[in-house]
């Protein structure tokens, strides 16, 4: 008679461990931001790398995407960055971040980035990058 008792207590313990144990951010999804452009990340390998094709809300041409997380180890909230290099323009971007879950269990990404437009001379590099 003791056993299911044992068993029920195991089970509520790792219930438990569950419920109380950080939430983990995760990159691989579909992702959308506030200006409207969407990235889809299908795979994150065991380094850390990613691929994926991105779309503008202007512009419905695919621009490819590299990128790379932080290998994680313990933490559930990883950093990453990734190159986009634009098909509409000469342009590239660059994002680095971090994934975070915000309290109400939402998976956020909180990014800085660069855009890099070509320029006609040295001089001119000071208008290249936003």
Known sequence: AGRP??????????????LMAPL?????GFWINNQGSNMTIN?????????SLTATRNET????LQGSQHPKKKVNQ???GFTINWSFSDATAVF???CFVDTGGKEVLATTWLLR???GSLEDDWEATR
């Open 43 to 51: 795979l994150v390998n065991d380094k850390g790398k990613f691929s």
């Open 78 to 80: 990883p950093t990453f």
């Open 61 to 64: 041409k695919i621009s490819p």
């Open 96 to 98: 680095v971040g971090q």
């Open 117 to 119: 437009e070509p320029v």
């Open 5 to 18: 008792t044992g068993l029920l207590l195991l089970c509520f313990v790792r219930v438990l461990a569950l």
């Open 24 to 28: 983990q951010c995760v990159l691989m």
